[in-house]
Nanobody, 119 residues
Framework: VQLQASGGGLVQAGDSLTLVCTAS????????MTWFRQAPGKEREFVAA????????KHLDSVKGRFFVSRDNAKKMATLQMNNLQPEDSGVYYC?????????????WGQGTQVTVSS
């Protein structure tokens, strides 16, 4: 199983980025896909999740209305659309896959992609 996160970069406040997590080696539609982020010196935090069939989504309160998680099961891809980015959104963003919904126990992790937002 492999999860590959991509799409990070250096942007200015107010800009947008789209992160993509591509999966291989698993029955993708059975897995909840979750995005996390970790800023330097801080703990990893939940950002957004989408259930295997896409019917359930959840976003961190501070990103609601700015970030949108989606998935394409045919392409085995999960996307995190990030709009109006702010410096506090900076960090390494990771995708993770698990069979449950918001269980806190994740089966697979991607390698992370860096997002840096300048003010």
């Amino acid at each position: 199983v492999q999860l590959q996160a991509s799409g990070g970069g250096l942007v200015q406040a107010g800009d947008s980025l789209t992160l993509v997590c591509t999966a291989s080696g698993l029955t993708y539609s059975r897995y909840t896909m979750t995005w996390f982020r970790q800023a330097p010196g801080k703990e990893r935090e939940f950002v957004a999740a989408i259930s295997g069939n896409g019917n359930n989504v959840k976003h961190l309160d501070s990103v609601k209305g700015r970030f949108f998680v989606s998935r394409d099961n045919a392409k085995k891809m999960a996307t995190l659309q990030m709009n109006n980015l702010q410096p506090e959104d900076s960090g390494v963003y990771y995708c993770a896959a698990n069979r449950g919904w918001l269980t806190g126990d994740y089966d697979y992790w991607g390698q992370g992609t860096q997002v840096t937002v300048s003010s």
